[in-house]
């Protein structure tokens, strides 16, 4: 069962949590999952100060979310865990273990959560300018239609990403067969976090 929880976040939020991605040291993704041969992304270093603030704001939007705590019911949460995605980088099809490590008291993974935030029209914009692939112009017309498609961005339940084109067709290909389900289940729909259930 899926659980799509919009405006988990507030927007001062994710513009922290975007700020934050440029500011914390990020390590191979792998290390929290070494025998996973389809994780390839970066995460938070732990040992980072900026990990924990994080960490805090996504958990204090759980915290007081109805929608989340109604639908999930969680005893204890894992801290969240802040991963980037470079282009190319993914995390493939894959299990969640069923328990995770927290200290001396592991943590029964009975539900997984995903926040995802995407990269703002000043990153896209700063990295159009930085490959340098295209005139000011054409940044410029770029630039003007990604604003007015995330102004756009409420009325539809998905946006994809169109930086790599067979990862954008999985994804597209994915959403079509969720899509089936729920109109075969009457179904509701994602979410962001490990949680134990009481």
């Known amino acids: 069962m899926f659980l799509e929880i919009k405006g988990l976040l507030t927007p001062a939020e994710v513009a922290r949590l975007t700020a934050l991605s440029r500011e914390v040291k990020f390590v191979e993704g792998r290390i929290s999952n070494p025998a996973n041969?389809?994780?390839d992304n970066l995460q938070a270093d732990l040992g980072d100060p900026k990990y924990q603030e994080?960490?805090?704001i996504v958990?204090?939007?759980?915290?007081?979310s109805r929608e989340f705590n109604d639908f999930a019911m969680p005893k204890r949460i894992a801290p969240p865990?802040?991963?980037?995605?470079?282009?190319?980088?993914k995390y493939g099809a894959h299990a969640d273990a069923a328990l995770i490590p927290l200290g001396d008291n592991p943590l029964?993974?009975?539900i997984s959560c995903t926040i995802f935030i995407a990269a703002d029209v000043a990153e896209l914009e700063r990295r159009?300018?930085?490959r340098a692939t295209e005139s000011t112009g054409e940044i410029d017309d770029r630039i003007a239609l990604a604003r007015h498609q995330l102004e756009q961005a409420h009325r539809f339940r998905y946006m994809v990403r169109n930086d790599d084109v067979v990862r954008a067709g999985e994804v597209l290909s994915a959403i079509v067969e969720r899509e089936l389900v729920l109109a075969s289940t009457s179904s509701s729909v994602t979410c962001g976090s490990q949680t134990e259930r009481a």
């Open 37 to 39: 041969t389809s994780k």
């Open 54 to 56: 994080s960490t805090d």
């Open 59 to 64: 958990a204090a939007a759980f915290a007081r």
């Open 81 to 89: 865990l802040l991963c980037r995605y470079e282009p190319g980088m």
């Open 108 to 110: 029964r993974s009975d």
């Open 128 to 130: 159009l300018r930085e």
